[in-house]
């Protein structure tokens, strides 16, 4: 800690005396600084003790009270007024100025030099750098030996919060709280949830200082706490949040950054065996895929403790027109991990680029942690979408990755976030289509119907749509239609010669149908 007014006044070789603002000697003094001008405030910066012989202090009673305001405004910590040249004795305006604005005033006595001041103030400051520094040292090799040690980052986590005495938490790079120290700090690490989403948003590294009761925290504690992200490529991938119950110091901070970097380097390490590991699961999972079920379950068991058992699913990600789709694959990647981590649950991941731009493949368990966190990062990321296999077994990962593939086909065209592959074979086939291209088609195959109707007499449009839907039922359809059958057969003769068609083709059936069921969607 700096020196205070109280450690200099009780200082005895000084021989000081307060003569007011006795109830703020707690604040700390960053230097002494010695000035006989009338407005010493353009060279001062704030938390200062300010020495003076008065030889330029005015006389009235309100020149020294706009003395004492100008200092307090410019952060002045307190005041001393040497007695024996100027003034024989302090001014009692002077006094009752500095008691009016909490500003601490001394009266330093003759024999005492105000380089002696300056002396005590100077030796406690750098006494305070001494073991700032030793402190730092200290904390460092602590920190160090913590995170070469077992389960490394927990044991940084305990030890910062140890040494801040207070708590520490560290969360994974979706904001999923991981580790925390004491324990009983659970509940208010869980509660900066949306802080640590604020800043998981934000390139890292960055920070953000807030106290309880503070909008930032849904807390009625009064902690003071800093959250710091985690990453060194802008990337965040983790986050550190620490609570104490005053503002950390110096010394404080210098033990957090030691900290953060430590778990920095930690977490940059750990990205790069899980690259490697990465590559080894996308091996893996081309592997089933090809129907090398029975091969990767004897790799998997030595590298990952095996394959995902019982019924899974298969799921495809890609994004279209895009730039930051690439990114937000990799960040929907390492979600699905997490969330596979987090609970146990094994899965297999691959990346690659294909002919249709990036894409991620997911073989996860159905309706599983990871299923459901790739559900859920879809929707936070505009443009990517998701498609879904059905339920299968492992040895069907092939099939289920075509299907797959062709749900998120649908859901590219359609705009959709997920697309299951129950979706994609059951309902209408007209919303799994592209709505521009449906309706282009159905405009250019019944233009010349539309035309003839507009300038002639007789409705071929109502009447081909009444045909097609008694299944080219003459009596039926032109019952419904209110006209004798032999004036439907010459409006389906005229259909035929205008399209340059037959209707007796199922194709043109199927594609007139098609057109005209696209315009009541």
């Not at 030796?123 to 001494?130: F, G, H, N, P, R």
């Not at 040292?137 to 305990?158: N, S």
């Not at 902690?223 to 950390?248: C, H, K, P």
Request: glycine content about 10%; aromatic content about 4%; some cysteine.
């Amino acid at each position: 800690m700096p020196p205070t007014l109280a450690s200099v006044v009780r200082n005895s070789s000084l021989h000081l005396t307060v003569l007011a603002g006795a109830d703020h000697l707690e604040r700390p003094v960053r230097w002494v600084h010695t000035s006989e001008l009338d407005d010493p405030t353009p060279f001062l910066e704030g938390g200062e003790l300010l020495l003076t012989t008065g030889i330029k202090l005015g006389r009235t009673a309100a020149q020294l009270q706009a003395y004492v305001h100008r200092l307090a405004d410019a952060g002045v910590v307190g005041l001393g007024l040497g007695v024996g040249l100027s003034h024989t004795e302090v001014p009692q305006p002077l006094v009752d100025a500095a008691a009016q604005r909490g500003l601490p005033l001394l009266r330093v006595p003759e024999p005492t030099p105000f380089i002696a001041i300056s002396k005590v103030v100077s030796a406690a400051l750098a006494a305070e750098q001494y073991e700032a520094v030793t402190t730092s040292f200290e904390a460092q090799e602590e920190l160090t030996r913590a995170a070469l040690g077992k389960d490394g980052t927990t044991a940084v986590v305990r030890r910062l919060a140890a040494r801040l005495g207070g708590w520490a938490a560290l969360y994974d790079g979706s904001g999923a709280l991981s580790v925390v120290a004491p324990d009983w700090a659970a509940r208010r690490a869980g509660r900066l949830a949306a802080e640590v989403d604020r800043l998981r948003r934000r390139p890292a590294p960055s920070s953000a200082a807030l106290q309880g009761r503070s909008p930032g925290i849904d807390t009625a504690d009064e902690d003071y706490v800093v959250v710091q992200s985690l990453g060194a490529d802008r990337r965040a991938r983790g986050f550190l949040a620490v609570g104490t119950e005053d503002r950390i110091t110096p010394t404080e901070r210098y033990v957090l950054n030691a900290a953060v970097a430590l778990l920095t380097l930690t977490l940059e390490r750990s990205r790069e065996l899980r690259q490697a590991e990465e590559r080894m699961g996308a091996a893996l999972l081309r592997m089933v895929l090809a129907g090398e079920v029975a091969t990767a379950r004897q790799v998997a068991v030595g590298l990952f403790g095996g394959l995902p058992e019982g019924t899974i699913r298969v799921l495809v990600a890609g994004a279209g027109p895009n730039a930051d789709a690439a990114e937000a694959l990799v960040e929907l990647g390492e979600r699905a991990e997490q969330a596979g981590s987090r609970v146990g649950e094994k899965l297999l991941v691959a990346r690659e680029d294909g002919a249709h731009g990036p894409r991620l493949m997911v073989l996860a368990l159905d309706n599983g942690a990871v299923h459901r966190a790739c559900l859920g990062a879809v929707e936070e990321h505009e443009g990517l979408s998701l498609g879904v296999s059905a339920p299968a077994a492992l040895e069907e990962a092939g099939t289920a990755h075509a299907q797959a593939e062709r749900a998120l086909a649908v859901a590219l065209r359609g705009g959709r976030r997920s697309v299951d592959h129950e979706e994609v074979g059951a309902g209408s086939l007209l919303p799994l289509l592209g709505e521009d291209a449906v309706t282009a088609f159905a405009e250019g195959l019944l233009r010349p119907l539309r035309e003839h109707d507009r300038t002639a007499r007789g409705d071929l449009v109502a009447s081909l749509r009444a045909w097609l839907s008694r299944h080219g039922q003459w009596d039926a359809a032109a019952a419904d239609l209110g006209v004798h059958r032999h004036t439907l057969r010459y409006r389906m003769r005229r259909v035929e010669e205008l399209l340059g068609r037959s209707l007796d083709d199922t194709d043109v059936r199927m594609e007139l149908w098609l057109a005209l069921r696209s315009g009541e969607e």
